[in-house]
């Protein structure tokens, strides 16, 4: 079992930066997939960043270039969100999962444990 607490969401104006942190109640590093989704209003949950167990780190293409995601050598996943734009309004969660599978950017994947998520506004 694995228990993840989001934090650091808030509101921002576009063009701004935020940073989402993302504790786990146990040694995540190199051990499991971990991942940012997000869900908007009225849209599904989907990925948004990705590390996999093996390192590889993908990205959603609304958020290239934009976005970083980074973890610690333990337990804390960050997503660092620069010149953000008001489309990257959501609700941010955290997820992890065991398997070494870890392709779930641009879509929602049923992750193994998830956070209770983190809300993000962006003003225009």
């Known amino acids: 079992q694995v228990h993840l607490v989001e934090s650091g969401g808030g509101s921002v104006e576009a063009g701004g930066s935020l940073r989402l942190s993302c504790v786990a109640s146990r040694n995540t590093y190199r051990n499991y997939c971990m991942g940012w989704f997000r869900r908007a209003p009225g849209k599904e949950r989907l990925g948004v960043a990705s590390?996999?167990?093996?390192?590889?780190i993908r990205y959603a293409d609304s958020v290239k270039g934009r976005f970083i995601i980074s973890q610690d050598n333990v337990n804390t996943l960050y997503l660092h969100m620069n010149s953000v734009k008001p489309e990257d309004s959501a609700t941010y969660y955290c997820?992890?999962?065991?398997?070494?599978?870890?392709?779930?950017?641009?879509?929602?994947?049923?992750?193994?444990?998830w956070g209770e998520g983190t809300l993000v506004t962006i003003s225009s």
């Open positions: 590390i996999g167990s093996d390192g590889t």
């Open positions: 997820a992890a999962d065991k398997g070494s599978f870890c392709d779930i950017v641009d879509r929602y994947y049923a992750m193994a444990y």
